[in-house]
T-cell receptor
Framework: DVKVTQSSRYLVKRTGEKVFLECVQD?????MFWYRQDPGLGLRLIYF???????EKGDIPEGYSVSREKKERFSLILESASTNQTSMYLC????????????FGQGTRLTVV | AQKVTQAQTEISVVEKEDVTLDCVYE???????LFWYKQPPSGELVFLIR??????QNEISGRYSWNFQKSTSSFNFTITASQVVDSAVYFC?????????????????FGSGTQLTVLP
């Protein structure tokens, strides 16, 4: 079974903290993605990576950065968490090339207080 | 303008009823793909179907069926004889050729989702 695993289901952080969200996939996929899910807005792409150490901004990158040091791991970093970053964060991976389906992790619900 | 519109925010049906979830998309590409995903309460999105822009045949998989109509830019999803386990948020998504960025990653653009509740 293919698997995308996010390190935490629930996180509560304080405003101004540096926050790391970790995602690991075991399918040897080239591409990995971080989405943010908010009611009424669907999933919005924050960043994606198509190879180790390669990254590209998505639609809403402000306030976030990412790291991909190994193929299987893609980290989302909130440099200084703010309350408007309270949301559900979803990691996904997909095989490179073609319009293949993406596989998703179970999500991390982050609350910034 | 939204690229993928799911106008139905919430739908509630009674078990065994049929229900159709609407999806309207917008693209200038001639080559594109459409997807449906299911997000149960556990949170993980589950892939249901992919359809390319050149294949307008409707598809049926068990109680699920999909109606793709390029003329109206719609890709609707019907659940026949709904069950309580069908309760979830359903997302429609679009993958466009023109959105290719570096490498071969093709981004998915999601609709806002439809919350389906099936009552016993």
């Amino acid at each position: 079974d293919v698997k995308v695993t996010q390190s935490s289901r629930y996180l509560v952080k304080r405003t101004g903290e540096k926050v790391f969200l970790e995602c690991v996939q075991d399918m040897d996929h080239e591409n990995m993605f971080w989405y943010r899910q908010d009611p009424g807005l669907g999933l919005r792409l924050i960043y994606f990576s198509y190879d180790v150490k390669m990254k590209e901004k998505g639609d809403i990158p402000e306030g976030y950065s990412v790291s991909r040091e190994k193929k299987e791991r893609f980290s989302l970093i909130l440099e200084s968490a703010s309350t408007n970053q309270t949301s559900m964060y979803l990691c996904a991976s997909k095989q490179g090339g073609g319009h293949t389906e993406a596989f998703f992790g179970q999500g991390t619900r982050l609350t910034v207080v | 303008a939204q690229k993928v519109t799911q106008a139905q925010t919430e739908i509630s049906v009674v078990e065994k009823e049929d229900v159709t979830l609407d999806c309207v998309y917008e693209t200038r590409d001639t080559t594109y793909y459409l997807f449906w995903y299911k997000q149960p309460p556990s949170g993980e999105l589950v892939f249901l179907i992919r359809r390319n822009s050149f294949d307008e045949q409707n598809e049926i998989s068990g109680r699920y069926s999909w109606n793709f109509q390029k003329s109206t830019s719609s890709f609707n999803f019907t659940i026949t004889a709904s069950q309580v386990v069908d309760s979830a948020v359903y997302f429609c998504a679009l993958s466009e050729f023109s959105r290719i960025s570096s490498g071969s990653a093709r981004q998915l653009t999601f609709g806002s989702g439809t919350q389906l509740t099936v009552l016993p």
